[in-house]
């Protein structure tokens, strides 16, 4: 690249980031087709270390190269005073998160899959009003710096989202599910019916008291557990102070049941890969070992501040400087099934999922969330859905006690593995 050349002889350290990526979406809304999309992005972003601080610019289509790298320097007279270092050319294991046939996927066919999603769930329900979103993705990115490093990717991505409204009178069902895969597979059909067995779970109603009791977190509800801990391994919020894990590394700080893993080297992930999007090898790390915090997750500034090592989590978009984030976070499933956890309810609430995911003071780990769809279990079934529920608890003291964690478990959102979590007591509040 004739640009990290011309870098070379006017900054300490750069780097030059290209992407270039062409996304086809089909939507649908209500149960109809309702936009066909192809966009198509390129772009190139430059960091560097001028006079010891840390530079940031980016333009996408076709750019002029002087003008971007005086816009480089430019920022960097006002960046971050920061000793960074760029990494050299290191060895990385190969992952594969490409497909080179998902490109010649046709519009046909995903449109058929839209449809097939939404004749499926009609037939749960015939007065199920249903959205789909089907996207596929191919892209490239190279990195190359004046270190010595250079690192090309390539990925592909296949993701569906399905949300279902039925509305009959006052009452409002809404659900919701996703699948996320780097080739077009037949997954998205686990998720339809995962969505038809909870729409028609919900066609029952049952009552609840207010009052503290066992409650099941399904892999979707489970999030508002562990969005806390997203948050707390962090290393930007390490950095900042921010973190209630700070100064516990090495401490148990919940159940011994609970191991949760960043693990990029997973083949077939849309997360995965072999480097970070600053080139730094990727590795797998345990965050929480049997229930022990064990670390946070870097990239290159915030390890700097820190005065460690990235941890090859820094991700970034075409405008975004890279920031710490996960890649594929999977907490390790148990080995008690789900029918045998349910058995062993006497009465409590099985959450699916909350609103509000992420709203109050959700980094202290305190949670208080209304209930968009959960049942009432009695004697070990799932006897109907209750409305006008909310829990309210902390992770930091609400995980400590687990009572089981389930064998079984799927993808959320595409970058999260969660089993089911059975907590044996939880605040509950119901309307009366």
């Known amino acids: 690249m004739e640009i990290l050349s011309t870098l070379r002889t006017r900054t300490e350290q750069a780097e030059v980031y290209t992407i270039?990526?062409?996304?086809?979406?089909?939507?649908?809304?209500?149960?109809e087709i309702k936009s066909a999309t192809v966009e198509e992005t390129q772009g190139v972003a430059l960091r560097a270390m001028v006079g010891g601080r840390l530079g940031f610019t980016a333009a996408s289509g076709r750019v002029v190269e002087s003008e971007l790298v005086e816009n480089l320097l430019a920022s960097a007279q006002f960046?971050?005073?920061?000793?960074?270092?760029?990494?050299?050319?290191?060895?990385?294991?190969?992952?594969?998160?490409y497909d080179p046939d998902l490109a010649q996927v046709p519009l046909a066919r995903m449109m058929e899959i839209g449809r097939e999603i939404i004749a499926a769930l009609r037939e749960a329900d015939p007065d199920a009003q249903v959205n789909v979103d089907i996207e596929k993705s191919v892209g490239r990115a190279a990195l190359r710096n004046t270190q010595g490093a250079e690192v090309q990717d390539q990925r592909t991505g296949f993701s569906i989202g399905i949300s279902v409204e039925r509305v009959r009178g006052d009452d409002v069902l809404m659900v919701y599910d996703s699948v996320h895969e780097i080739s077009c597979t037949e997954s998205y059909r686990e998720a339809t019916a995962r969505l038809?067995?909870?729409?028609?779970?919900?066609?029952?109603?049952a009552k609840l008291a207010s009052g503290r009791m066992p409650v099941l977190f399904s892999p979707t509800g489970a999030m508002v557990l562990g969005l806390p801990v997203m948050l707390a391994t962090n290393g930007q919020n390490v950095q900042r102070g921010v973190s209630p894990l700070s100064d516990?590394?090495?401490?148990?700080?919940?159940?011994?049941?609970?191991?949760?893993?960043?693990?990029?080297?997973?083949?077939?992930?849309?997360?995965?890969?072999?480097?970070?999007?600053?080139g730094v090898p990727c590795r797998r790390k345990a965050l929480i070992a049997q229930g022990v915090s064990q670390g946070f997750l870097y990239d290159l500034k915030t390890a700097a501040l820190m005065g460690c090592e990235s941890t090859g989590n820094g991700s970034r978009s075409l405008f975004s400087p890279p920031s710490p984030s996960p890649t594929n976070l999977i907490l390790e499933p148990g080995d008690t099934p789900?029918?045998?956890?349910?058995?062993?309810?006497?009465?409590?609430?099985?959450v699916e999922h909350v609103l509000g995911l992420g709203q109050g003071n959700a980094m202290s780990g305190a949670f208080s969330n209304s209930v968009g769809l959960a049942y009432v279990i009695e004697r070990g079934e799932?006897?109907?859905?209750?409305?006008d529920v909310s829990i309210a608890g902390n992770i930091y003291q609400d995980l400590r006690a687990v009572a089981a964690i389930s064998r079984e478990a799927f993808w959320i959102h595409g970058h999260l593995r969660m089993p089911y979590i059975l907590l044996p007591e939880l605040n509950v509040v119901c309307k009366e």
């Open 382 to 387: 799932v006897v109907g859905r209750v409305k």
């Open 248 to 278: 516990k590394v090495g401490e148990q700080v919940f159940d011994p049941t609970l191991t949760l893993w960043d693990d990029p080297m997973l083949p077939g992930r849309p997360q995965s890969s072999s480097y970070d999007d600053e």
């Open 20 to 31: 270039e990526s062409e996304a086809t979406t089909v939507s649908f809304e209500a149960n």
């Open 338 to 350: 789900l029918a045998e956890i349910l058995a062993g309810i006497e009465r409590g609430l099985l």
């Open 196 to 205: 038809g067995a909870q729409i028609e779970s919900a066609k029952r109603s």
């Open 79 to 97: 960046g971050d005073e920061i000793a960074l270092s760029f990494p050299s050319a290191l060895p990385a294991p190969r992952v594969d998160a």
